[in-house]
């Protein structure tokens, strides 16, 4: 009798466990089926508000010397640096964002592109800083990444100590009594930290280019609601190198698997008949191409009913690209791409799904970009 008892009670036990089973569908290979429909995906919420003040400054810093890679990669490096800012008790020191790429000598400073007045971290600019009294000796400032290469300051660092991708390790070295750290390069970028709190959800464009952007709208005969796309030329490595390893890492995350030939690729290089699966309205969309694009397709989006921005080096430009594909209605990007995981972030941490990779914030919803490929353990709280 007690046996029989115990094997109910098991059964009863498992019941919840097999209907759960039974009603799961088989994974599919196109990702309209894999994942939830926009207007039903879970956006994490934040425990802290839009309105949050930002304390006063403290008196031990954390310099951010950007300097890896183009724009979208500076940016990275910035938001990593805020939250290491926030959980090491240090007030940021903006940085100046390096044109293209770190050997071009024209910069500009972070606050001429964004407002940083919101948020739980304390800032500085970096002309403010330089008025401050310098580091006093080696025992007075840790570098994470090197400072060489912001010559609108003198900081000089008397050795490296790369972040890791341990990100309780991380945390733990800034929170020492240096009074200034140097972050915000290549170190910092590949850094595994928390992603709360996530600078994406005070982040806000300048006035000025708040106009700017809201007048390029009106002007562009662009629906309210409206589809943005982001293509990105990735130099021919969508078919082998950067596809593969993006294969690769949705297999070691556990999600669903995509077809590399229907889904990756169609999605690297940016067919019509990919975006076309999250929207199928025949109205004008929107497509940013960061000035990273194959040239031959042009003519295929435009005959798609296509608009872009208008087409300069200029890298405010590219800024405004950035919050077309923010704002609209719906966002398809590439996931191999920082721009568009940058979006994704933003998007997530304004309540706005990321239409085809929704998948990627839900896991890594500060830093898809490059957490994900780096298999890192996203650290939440």
């Not at 500085?124 to 609108?152: E, N």
């Not at 940016?270 to 199928?280: K, L, Q, T």
């Amino acid at each position: 009798r007690c046996v029989g008892f115990l094997s109910l009670s098991l059964s009863l036990l498992l019941l919840p466990l097999s209907l759960f089973y039974f009603a799961t569908p088989a994974p599919s290979s196109d990702p309209t089926e894999q994942w939830p429909s926009p207007h039903t995906f879970h956006v994490l919420p934040s425990h802290l508000p839009l309105t949050t003040t930002p304390p006063p400054p403290t008196t031990r810093y954390l310099f951010v010397c950007a300097q890896y890679g183009r724009h979208n990669n500076q940016l990275i490096a910035l938001a990593k640096s805020y939250t290491l800012a926030y959980h090491t008790n240090r007030t940021l020191v903006l940085p100046h964002f390096y044109k293209k790429h770190p050997h071009d000598q024209w910069t500009r400073p972070a606050e001429d592109f964004y407002d940083f007045s919101a948020g739980p971290v304390p800032i500085l600019s970096s002309l403010a800083f330089s008025s401050l009294p310098p580091a006093a000796g080696k025992a007075d400032i840790l570098c994470v990444d090197d400072a060489r290469r912001c010559r609108y300051h003198t900081l000089t660092c008397p050795s490296l100590h790369p972040l890791t991708s341990n990100s309780h390790q991380n945390l733990k070295r800034l929170s020492g009594n240096e009074r200034v750290v140097v972050a915000g390069g290549e170190s910092t970028f590949f850094a595994n930290v928390p992603h709360t709190p996530c600078m994406y959800r005070w982040l806000r464009l300048q006035p000025r280019l708040e106009r700017r952007l809201q007048q390029f709208k009106m002007t562009s005969g662009l629906p309210t609601s409206y589809l943005g796309v982001h293509v990105r030329w990735m130099e021919n490595k969508c078919r082998w190198g950067m596809g593969k390893a993006f294969a690769k890492s949705v297999g070691l995350q556990g999600l669903p698997p995509m077809d590399f030939v229907k889904d990756i690729y169609p999605m690297c290089v940016m067919d019509p008949s990919y975006y076309r699966r999250f929207w199928n309205e025949s109205s004008p969309f929107f497509i940013a191409t960061d000035r990273q694009h194959d040239p031959s397709k042009h003519a295929q989006w435009t005959q798609d009913g296509a608009l872009f921005y208008p087409p300069t080096a200029s890298e405010e430009d590219m800024v405004l690209e950035f919050w077309m594909l923010v704002h609209a209605a719906v966002f398809v990007g590439n996931a191999m791409s920082t721009m568009s995981m940058n979006v994704c972030s933003v998007r997530h941490a304004l309540g706005r799904p990321c239409h085809n990779m929704q998948y990627l914030v839900q896991l890594y919803p500060c830093f898809p970009h490059p957490d994900f490929t780096k298999h890192y353990t996203p650290v939440t709280t």
